[in-house]
């Protein structure tokens, strides 16, 4: 029998109750531990997941033997930190979006990695997305020629309860930001994954038509690539009816449409694209991602969103911060 991956979950909010209910459909991963500062919190995750080991400090969790690698669901501004501490303690970590909260955090962070044999993974979860892997695969493949427009679209809603139940989300010096940081990199990193290519300059809008808190709940860009690929944003957490994302990609021969809703699934017109099928086992994107990040961990397999890679959209998204409060075109940083 192949060995499983023993997992411990830093963090017992919303996000993680996510992967929770699908690490059982993970053959190769067991949920062995979970940690939060808030010890009734922490029980109730632990006897709704049946999860053996419970904690409310990481020091407890990075000390225990029965725990291989930690999935940390935390406030941004605490990936780093905590990513160093879980890394010294001998643990694999897969880190929810962003890998930091700002992109000097995370330059410094995987500098540092450099040196370690240790592995981090960061879950951009659509990459493992069956339709968007096609769509990603299909364009590095050229099946859609020179692609020189992109447009994606994130209308999604949330409600005063998701700052209320998590306060960090609506702090500027926690979040890194809004609807950009967390919601929209999902689908910019895609775009920019696809494309094989970092942008180099940012026009950016962001506002708050809502909520009475720090960060943005509209966001809106146009992303210029260094191969003059031009990217379209728009996102919101502030849709009176939540919609289908959108992922538009137009190339010299044809273009395709993704779309998540109401299963993920392409349109595509001029071309007809090779199948692509994503290389790990299972039904859900996060599945998927949970599934790699095993592979990766105990056989060495290649996890599509190492730490390293989670840079460029990070750097494109606080290029678009930065115009949106300057007025003025900013360049995207270049990573060595």
């Known amino acids: 029998m192949k060995p499983k991956l023993r997992l411990g979950v830093v963090g017992c909010g919303e996000i993680a109750r996510y992967t929770a209910l699908l690490a059982p459909f993970v053959p190769r991963l067991a949920l062995t531990a979970c940690c939060d500062r808030d010890s009734e919190k922490a029980h109730q995750f632990a006897r709704r997941f049946r999860i053996p080991l419970v904690f409310t400090t990481v020091e407890q969790i990075l000390q225990a033997e029965a725990v291989d690698a930690v999935?940390?669901?935390?406030?941004?501004?605490?990936?780093?930190?905590?990513?160093?501490?879980?890394?010294?303690?001998g643990k694999a970590v897969l880190v929810e979006k962003p890998l930091t909260?700002?992109?000097?955090?995370?330059?410094?962070?995987?500098?540092?990695?450099?040196?370690k044999t240790i592995k981090v993974g960061v879950?951009?979860?659509?990459r493992y997305d069956a339709a968007a892997y096609r769509l990603a695969q299909a364009v590095r493949a050229g099946e859609l020629g020179r692609v020189f427009?992109?447009?994606?679209?994130?209308?999604?809603?949330?409600?005063?309860?998701?700052?209320?139940?998590?306060?960090?989300?609506?702090?500027?010096?926690?979040?890194?930001?809004?609807?950009?940081?967390?919601?929209?990199?999902?689908?910019?990193?895609?775009?920019?994954?696809?494309l094989g290519e970092a942008a180099l300059a940012a026009m950016g809008w962001t506002a708050n038509p809502r909520f009475e808190v720090e960060v943005e709940t509209l966001?809106?860009?146009?992303?210029?690539?260094?191969?003059?690929?031009?990217?379209?944003?728009?996102?919101?957490?502030?849709?009176?009816?939540?919609?289908a994302v959108r992922i538009e990609m137009y190339g010299e021969r044809g273009q395709a449409i993704y779309s998540d809703l109401p299963i993920p699934h392409l349109q595509v017109r001029g071309v007809r694209l090779r199948r692509y099928p994503v290389p790990v086992a299972g039904v859900h994107a996060l599945q998927r991602s949970l599934n790699g990040f095993v592979r990766w961990v105990l056989d060495d397999q290649p996890y599509l969103t190492p730490a390293a890679e989670a840079l460029p959209v990070l750097a494109?998204?606080?290029?678009?911060?930065?115009?949106?409060?300057?007025?003025?075109?900013?360049?995207?940083?270049?990573?060595?």
């Open 71 to 89: 999935y940390l669901a935390l406030p941004h501004h605490l990936h780093e930190t905590m990513i160093r501490m879980s890394v010294e303690a």
């Open 101 to 115: 909260r700002t992109l000097s955090e995370g330059i410094a962070l995987v500098n540092w990695l450099r040196e």
């Open 123 to 126: 879950n951009y979860q659509y």
């Open 149 to 194: 427009s992109v447009r994606i679209n994130v209308a999604w809603r949330r409600t005063e309860a998701y700052f209320h139940s998590a306060l960090w989300h609506s702090r500027l010096d926690q979040a890194g930001g809004g609807t950009l940081i967390t919601q929209a990199s999902h689908f910019l990193d895609l775009a920019l994954w696809a």
């Open 219 to 243: 966001a809106a860009a146009i992303l210029q690539t260094e191969g003059g690929a031009l990217i379209s944003l728009t996102s919101t957490m502030c849709a009176a009816v939540e919609e």
């Open 316 to 336: 494109a998204v606080e290029a678009v911060y930065r115009s949106a409060q300057s007025g003025h075109r900013e360049a995207v940083e270049k990573l060595a």
